[in-house]
């Protein structure tokens, strides 16, 4: 049985959906009890459950019909405009919807008037409402577009290229979403505390998510663009970890112009970043290197954290996978990724692919 087809089954995929945003509430639940725990706030694991449950399960209710709209509105030849003025409205009924009925929640959870559970949120949740409303319909987007090129990969099975790069699509797609609610959880972590920071953050994550958006169909980018995403990528994790966190580069000059496959940078930084500088307090490094010889383009990725554990095997978690499945399809046995204890501390993961140059416009 296909995804596309457990997806159309109520009785499953509803459960499914609830089970998501449950987790997902839950996951900001932690945080927010963890950053009030740290701020010297008084707030208990049940008051932060039911704060963030009551803020997701409006969302998983709004949901619906965002939904409902992303898929009989989507940016197609000779319909982007109209798809981008429904979406525009759409957004904006959606922030307000948003913010009635979670006022009218948080009056049965503070005791308070209407008034003063709305006017908070008008003021803090307003642009992150509206970032709710894109990611939702980027994730439709991104479902609709693998159902789709599945069912595309069904009928031209006998044709190998095609089937290559349905599968190709299929894990770039996984990506997208991943990293777009990691970077929730950053924001999560400030808009209690600096409102200011998490504004900053959503608006770099709003280029972050054009930037994927635009790039989504394709395979293949220059290292220039690509560090170009992580470094948009980054600023939001700077913003979050301040101080704590320093970005070095050493990227020769003659290497800029190479091929590499569109968004493998990003889940190597942002796995540095989860394992070996957010678990420490010490001050973080994220070092980023590239360089050619004998038609080999290597990428390495390291930081200073704790570096890999003594006698455990190792985990992969989903950007590690398929970045390995993607180098896999894209270049055969001509590609290699390890990982291996950085100089000093941390870990360094390190990419090897043939050498391409993008061919220059004519």
Same mark, same amino acid.
């Given at each position: ?24 509430? /839950? ?12 701020? =010297? ?21 709004? %949901? ?14 000779? &319909? ?11 957004? /904006? ?18 005791? %308070? ?36 090129? #599945?069912?595309?990969?069904? *009928?031209?099975? @006998? ?28 924001? %999560? ?10 504004? &900053?953050?959503?608006?770099? /994550? ?32 700077? +913003? ?15 290497? /800029? ?15 540095? +970043? ?31 954290? =704790?570096?890999?554990?003594? =006698? ?15 180098? #896999?399809?894209?270049?055969? @046995? ?10 000093? %501390?941390?870990?360094?993961? *390190? ?12």
């Amino acid at each position: 049985m296909t995804m596309n087809a457990i997806f159309k089954k109520p009785w499953i995929k509803w459960p499914i959906g609830f089970l998501f945003w449950t987790l997902v509430g /839950l996951s900001f639940a932690f945080q927010f009890y963890i950053s009030s725990q740290k701020a =010297g706030l008084d707030v208990s694991w049940s008051q932060a459950v039911s704060y963030a449950l009551g803020d997701w399960y409006v969302f998983a209710v709004l %949901s619906i019909p965002v939904i409902w709209l992303a898929r009989h509105f989507q940016f197609e030849a000779g &319909r982007r405009a109209k798809a981008l003025l429904v979406h525009f409205f759409g957004g /904006l009924i959606f922030s307000l919807a948003y913010m009635v009925l979670r006022a009218w929640i948080g009056r049965w959870q503070s005791s %308070s008037s209407f008034a003063e559970a709305f006017q908070p949120l008008l003021v803090k949740t307003w642009h992150f409402n509206l970032l709710i409303y894109w990611v939702i319909v980027a994730v439709s987007f991104a479902f609709d577009y693998y159902s789709k090129y #599945r069912e595309r990969e069904l *009928r031209a099975a @006998e044709l190998e290229k095609n089937l290559v790069q349905a599968k190709l699509h299929a894990l770039q797609m996984q990506l997208n979403p991943h990293f777009l609610f990691n970077s929730l959880h950053s924001i %999560s972590a400030l808009m209690h505390r600096d409102v200011e920071a998490a504004d &900053r953050m959503i608006a770099r /994550l709003s280029d972050l998510l054009r930037a994927a958006l635009a790039g989504s169909a394709t395979q293949e980018v220059t290292l220039r663009e690509e560090l170009e995403f992580v470094r948009r990528f980054l600023e939001i994790e700077q +913003i979050r970890f301040g101080d704590r966190l320093t970005v070095k580069t050493e990227v020769a000059p003659d290497t /800029l112009d190479a091929l590499v496959p569109n968004l493998i940078l990003q889940p190597l930084v942002e796995n540095a +970043i989860r394992h070996g500088i957010e678990p420490h307090a010490k001050p973080g490094c994220i070092e980023l290197r590239a360089e050619r010889a004998d038609g080999v383009l290597t990428l390495e990725v390291s930081d200073n954290g =704790g570096g890999l554990p003594a =006698g455990e095997p190792t985990v992969e978690g989903v950007g590690l996978s398929n970045t390995r499945a993607r180098l #896999r399809t894209l270049y055969g @046995e001509a590609h290699g990724l390890e990982l291996r204890a950085a100089p000093g %501390s941390g870990l360094l993961v *390190r990419l090897t692919i043939p050498m391409r140059a993008a061919k220059s416009p004519s």
